[in-house]
C-alpha cells in the first residue's frame, strides 16, 4: 500500500503536543534541579547549551564562573546533551568533592563522557581498596631513581627539538603549541614504553592520539564519521599497543635486565608482588592505566611549556634570574645532562614552574559525577547524575597576594604562598586522586624552562588578544604562543 504524507496530517497536531510535553517536562526537570542558583533560565531541548559550549568554550566557561561569583554560595548551573551540570568556584566546596570520591558520593571521570573514551577500567575510576593498591603499585615508577632514569630522557628529547624549532624558525616566527605537543608526546612515549615502540608504532600512534585530542572537544556523537566514534576507536587501538608494551616489559624485566623506561620499573615492581600474590591486573588494563598517566601527560605538560614561554616573555627580569641560577649548575658547553640533585638546587627556576602551573592551571576543571544526592552545603543538595566541575583554575587566583600577577617570588623560602595558601594550589587536585606523578610533571616543566632559556633566545610575535585563553581541550595562549627562536649557545649535545 502507497503511503502519503497526507495520511499523517490528521495525526500532526497530536505528534506536537507530545513534543511540546516532553520539551516543558524536560525545562520543569532543569528548573527544578537548579532552584534558586545563578545559571541560564532557559535552555534548548536536549542539546542544552551545548553548541555555545563546542563552539566558544572560553567563553562558556567564562560565563559560568561569572555566574558562581554572583553568589555567596560559590556555584552556578547549567544543561548540556540532557545533563544537568553544576560549576564550582568556591575552594571550599571543590575540597568537598575531591574529599568524597566514593561509590556512595562523587565519580571522578576526567571528561563528561569520559568512560566512554577511556573504558571502565582506569585509575580515574577506581574507589577504595583496589585504588590505593594501584596507586601502591605506581609508587615506584615515581621514585628518585626512576626520575632520574625520565631526567635523561627528557632531556636528550627536549634537546633535539629545540634544536628543530630553531632551525624552522630562521627570521620567522613559528607558533609553538603543535611543536610542543609532538615534543610532549615523544617524551611521553619515550619515558613510559620507551624501547618497545619501533618507529612504525610510533607513528600509528600518533596518528590515533590526534583522533583522540580532536573527539575530545567534539559532541559525544558515537556513530561512524563522528570525531568522538573515531577518538573512543583510536584510544581502543592505543590501549592495545601500550597493553603490548608491558608484556614485552615483563619479559625483559623477568630476564633481570635494568629498568630503562617507566613501564619496567612497573613490571620490577609486579614481578616482586608476584612472589607474594597472583598478579590482579591483565596487560590491558595496565595498558588503560598508561594510556591514562599518557593523557594526564601529554596535553597538560603542553599548556605549561607554552605559557611558561609566554610569561617569560612577557617577564625579562624573571628571565634573567632563570638564566643566572641555571648557568650555576649546569652549562651546555661541558657536554653534559642536568642531573637530579642539579635540578632540586634550582629554587628559583622551581618557583617559577608552579607559578605557570598555578596562574594557568592545564587541566581548569575536574569533572565529577553525583553518584547519589549530595548535600553540598545546608541549603543545596546535588542530584544524583549531576556532573560536578569543581573550577581549579578559580581556586588559583584565591588567597594568594595579587592574585592576577606573574609572581614566581609567591613560591620561594621567604614568602612560602605554596604554604600558606596550599589549599588554594589545586592544579594537581586533591585527596585520594591526587595527581601521582606530579613530581614528574614539574621536573619536565623546570628541565623545559632551564634548557629554553639557556639554549634558546626568543621573542613573541606579539598581536592584539595573543595571551587571552584557548581551550584545545587544555588552555593555551590564543596565538598558540608564536615566537621568534634563535641559537643563544651554539652547544646543543649532552651527553650521559
Keep these: 500500500m502507497e503511503l502519503k504524507w497526507g495520511m499523517f496530517t490528521p495525526y500532526l497536531p497530536y505528534f506536537v503536543s507530545v513534543l511540546a510535553l516532553i520539551l516543558l517536562i524536560e525545562q520543569i526537570s532543569y528548573l527544578k534541579k537548579k532552584r534558586f542558583l545563578p545559571g541560564p533560565t532557559l535552555v534548548f531541548p536536549f542539546i542544552g547549551n ?21 553568589t555567596p554560595l560559590g556555584i552556578s548551573a547549567n544543561y548540556i546533551i540532557g545533563r544537568y551540570i553544576l560549576y564550582i568556584y568556591s575552594t571550599d566546596l571543590s575540597h568537598k568533592v575531591f574529599a568524597n570520591v566514593r561509590p556512595d558520593a562523587f565519580h571522578l571521570v576526567g571528561h563528561p563522557f569520559g568512560k566512554k573514551l577511556f573504558g571502565e577500567h582506569n585509575l580515574i575510576y577506581m574507589f577504595g581498596q583496589q585504588h590505593k593498591d594501584l596507586r601502591r603499585q605506581i609508587a615506584p ?62 607513528k600509528r600512534f600518533n596518528v590515533d592520539y590526534n583522533f583522540f585530542n580532536v573527539g575530545l572537544m567534539k559532541l559525544p556523537i558515537d556513530l561512524p564519521g563522528f570525531a568522538f566514534r573515531n577518538a573512543r576507536l583510536a584510544v581502543e587501538r592505543l590501549v592495545e599497543t601500550l597493553a603490548g608494551c608491558a608484556e614485552e616489559s615483563e619479559k625483559k624485566m623477568k630476564s633481570g635486565e635494568e629498568p630503562t623506561c617507566l613501564i619496567d620499573f612497573w613490571m620490577q615492581e609486579n614481578l616482586r608482588d608476584l612472589s607474594e600474590k597472583p598478579l590482579e591486573y591483565s596487560y590491558k588494563e595496565i595498558g588503560g592505566h598508561l594510556f591514562d598517566f599518557l593523557f594526564a601527560a601529554q596535553d597538560a605538560s603542553t599548556s605549561s611549556l607554552l605559557w611558561a614561554v609566554a610569561y617569560l616573555g612577557s617577564h625579562p627580569h624573571v628571565l634573567e634570574k632563570v638564566r643566572k641560577e641555571v648557568a650555576k649548575y649546569w652549562m651546555p658547553e661541558d657536554n653534559s645532562i642536568i642531573r637530579s640533585e642539579q635540578l632540586r638546587e634550582m629554587k628559583y627556576t622551581e618557583a617559577v614552574a608552579r607559578e605557570v602551573v598555578r596562574i594557568r592551571a592545564p587541566a581548569t576543571m575536574v569533572p565529577h559525577i553525583a553518584g547519589v544526592d549530595f548535600e553540598l552545603t545546608e541549603n543545596y543538595v546535588i542530584p544524583k547524575g549531576t556532573i560536578v566541575f569543581p573550577s581549579v583554575f578559580d581556586s588559583s587566583f584565591q588567597g594568594f597576594t595579587d592574585p592576577e600577577a606573574f609572581d614566581p617570588d609567591r613560591f620561594t623560602e621567604e614568602r612560602q604562598e605554596d604554604r600558606v595558601y596550599k589549599k588554594n594550589f589545586l592544579a594537581f587536585g586533591a585527596g585520594a586522586h591526587q595527581c601521582v606523578g606530579q613530581r614528574y610533571a614539574i621536573n619536565h616543566l623546570m628541565l623545559f624552562i632551564a634548557m629554553f632559556t639557556t639554549l634558546v633566545d626568543f621573542e613573541r610575535d606579539r598581536t592584539d588578544g595573543c595571551d587571552e585563553i584557548a581551550y584545545v581541550p587544555t588552555i593555551v595562549p590564543k596565538d598558540d604562543c608564536r615566537v621568534f627562536l634563535s641559537r643563544r649557545c651554539a652547544q646543543f649535545r649532552c651527553a650521559s
Design 50 to 70: 551545548a553548541i555555545p559550549l563546542v563552539t566558544n568554550p572560553t567563553n562558556f566557561w567564562d560565563l559560568q564562573s561569572s555566574y558562581a561569583k554572583s
Design 141 to 202: 615508577n615515581f621514585t628518585p631513581r626512576a626520575l632520574q632514569t625520565y631526567t635523561d630522557i627528557q632531556q636528550r628529547i627536549i634537546l633535539k627539538h629545540l634544536e628543530s624549532w630553531c632551525n624552522k624558525s630562521k627570521g620567522q616566527s613559528i607558533p609553538l603549541r603543535i611543536l610542543c605537543r609532538d615534543m610532549n608526546l615523544e617524551t611521553s612515549q619515550t619515558v613510559f614504553v620507551g624501547p618497545y615502540l619501533n618507529e612504525e608504532s610510533r
